[in-house]
């Protein structure tokens, strides 16, 4: 995910105001996005994950990617299998035929699940919720899966309600190379024509609807409304207390990324 406002900017001449069209992510009150499908709810990145979210009231569901060696497009966070699973080894390595029958919540510590979870696909995970907003972030970066993902896309019909996010720009408009119809968050090169165009008092807007900052102490509203200004929607991560999904939603953001979406969802509501 892509810092967006929170880096210091060091700009020596006042920044022009631009019109900038406005974001059609702006919401009024916060969108609850369940972080890796709902971290502590489920294993992460899993269907029971999702399940469980949108049964809470996750208005948009966010998943890992990744790929496996014959090229099957999966939702998950670490590229080692051991971290979760019983299995072994980078799953860029191993076929889907050998991934699929994993259990995925070898560790988790949650309550007790019936049966084992298993690593799902993008593809039946976007059919399974073909109502849903799905926040989907690369981490892969070798070999380079855009191409793969933007099948699973456009195969699914997913394009219109789908955004991707990747902490590689490479990985970022690598994907847009080969999807430019499907939204992109805030990147790094993004902010730095930012940095540039404030350095020189220049207009500046951004080329994305959607920033993804992570939630610090000081996040205030005027830093929301800046973006908003640039036309840029805020999407924080990642919240779970119950002070801190209040103080993100009193700053104005306009989605918050958490492994609570059962608390989230609650406290926004009550501030309705």
């Not at 810092?3 to 609850?32: D, H, K, R, W, Y």
């Not at 590689?168 to 790094?188: E, I, K």
């Not at 999407?235 to 989605?255: E, H, I, K, S, Y």
């Amino acid at each position: 995910m892509v810092l967006l406002f929170m880096t210091a900017c060091s700009a020596s001449v006042a920044p022009i105001e631009a019109s900038c069209p406005a974001s059609q992510f702006v919401s009024e009150t916060p969108l609850v996005i369940a972080h890796a499908g709902g971290n502590t709810i489920a294993p992460s990145n899993s269907m029971l994950a999702l399940e469980r979210s949108v049964e809470m009231g996750a208005d948009i569901l966010d998943l890992d990617v990744r790929m496996t060696s014959d090229g099957v497009v999966v939702a998950r966070h670490d590229r080692e299998l051991s971290t979760t699973t019983d299995g072994s080894g980078p799953i860029d390595e191993t076929a889907w035929v050998d991934v699929e029958r994993l259990d995925a919540a070898v560790n988790w510590t949650g309550e007790p699940l019936d049966g084992t979870v298993g690593i799902p696909r993008v593809d039946h995970a976007l059919a399974a919720f073909p109502d849903m907003w799905f926040s989907l972030e690369i981490k892969q970066t070798v070999p380079p899966m855009g191409a793969a993902l933007c099948e699973v896309i456009e195969r699914t019909g997913s394009a219109e309600r789908v955004f991707i996010s990747a902490n590689d720009d490479q990985a970022a408009y690598g994907f847009n190379d080969v999807c430019p119809d499907v939204l992109l968050t805030t990147t790094y090169r993004d902010l730095d024509d930012r940095a540039a165009a404030d350095e020189a008092g220049q207009p500046w807007c951004s080329a994305s609807p959607i920033g993804q900052p992570p939630y610090r102490a000081g996040f205030d509203a005027e830093r929301v409304a800046e973006s908003h200004n640039r036309g840029t929607a805020i999407f924080v991560w990642t919240v779970n207390d119950l002070d801190d999904l209040r103080t993100v939603a009193l700053a104005g953001v306009d989605g918050v990324y958490t492994d609570r979406p059962d608390l989230a969802r609650q406290v926004f509501d009550s501030l309705d």
